[in-house]
T-cell receptor, first 113, second 111 residues
Framework: DTEVTQTPKHLVMGMTNKKSLKCEQH?????MYWYKQKAKKPPELMFV???????INESVPSRFSPECPNSSLLNLHLHALQPEDSALYLC????????????FGSGTRLTVV | QQQVKQSPQSLIVQKGGISIINCAYE??????FPWYQQFPGKGPALLIA?????SEKKEGRFTISFNKSAKQFSLHIMDSQPGDSATYFC??????????FGDGTTLTVKP
């Protein structure tokens, strides 16, 4: 299994809703990442987990809350989002915390209304 | 500050032509130079990468050329095909593991 699976593929939520994005990989990778990508822009790093511990938070607003329940699973909990948070949210993993050989999921297209 | 500067922003090439995308970097400590390919609605996929101890790496129609003195690495797509139409990103090696992407190049290959 060489994939990173993200669910849901699409999500529309109101500004008062609470929702979660899910990411799963079974490659034995020990680093997992959340990226945010706006249209026609490069991915921007949000969070890094290394060995299930949060290693980097790129000053992301607290309305985004990451969670790594185990080495295969990464969640992003969303609460009270703003319309400007609408974007493609990408999960990635690699064998260890580094730049080398990210495997990205297909992303969740989030629309906040 | 941006760790890599990518050019051009967009590129239109005829089928069968050569597509060339450039990436300039500043930090001479970088030790790994990847290119990612992203199709609409998909996540980026690692296309090809090079380490600075070699000047060129070829995988099929895709070649990375690395110029250490110019602090630049380039992606060459030979015999470009319409299926190569995508956005291409170079990436900078980690600053404490945080990979930074170039602004991207949108490639259109016309049939």
């Amino acid at each position: 299994d060489t994939e990173v699976t993200q669910t849901p593929k699409h999500l529309v939520m109101g500004m008062t809703n609470k929702k979660s994005l899910k990411c799963e990989q079974h490659m034995g990778h020990r680093a997992m990442y959340w990226y945010k990508q706006k249209a026609k822009k490069p991915p921007e790093l949000m969070f890094v987990y290394s060995y299930e511990k949060l290693s980097i938070n790129e000053s992301v607003p607290s309305r985004f809350s990451p969670e790594c329940p185990n080495s295969s699973l990464l969640n992003l909990h969303l609460h009270a989002l703003q319309p400007e948070d609408s974007a493609l949210y990408l999960c990635a993993s690699n064998p260890r915390f580094s730049n080398y050989g990210y495997t990205f999921g297909s992303g969740t297209r989030l629309t906040v209304v | 500050q941006q760790q890599v500067k990518q050019s051009p922003q967009s590129l239109i090439v005829q089928k069968g032509g050569i597509s060339i995308i450039n990436c300039a970097y500043e930090n001479t400590a970088f030790d790994y130079f990847p290119w990612y390919q992203q199709f609409p609605g998909k996540g980026p996929a690692l296309l090809i990468a090079i380490r600075p101890d070699v000047s060129e790496k070829k995988e099929g129609r895709f070649t990375i050329s690395f110029n250490k003195s110019a602090k630049q690495f380039s992606l060459h797509i030979m015999d470009s095909q319409p299926g190569d139409s995508a956005t291409y990103f170079c990436a900078a090696p980690p600053n404490a593991g945080k990979s930074t992407f170039g602004d991207g190049t949108t490639l259109t290959v016309k049939p």
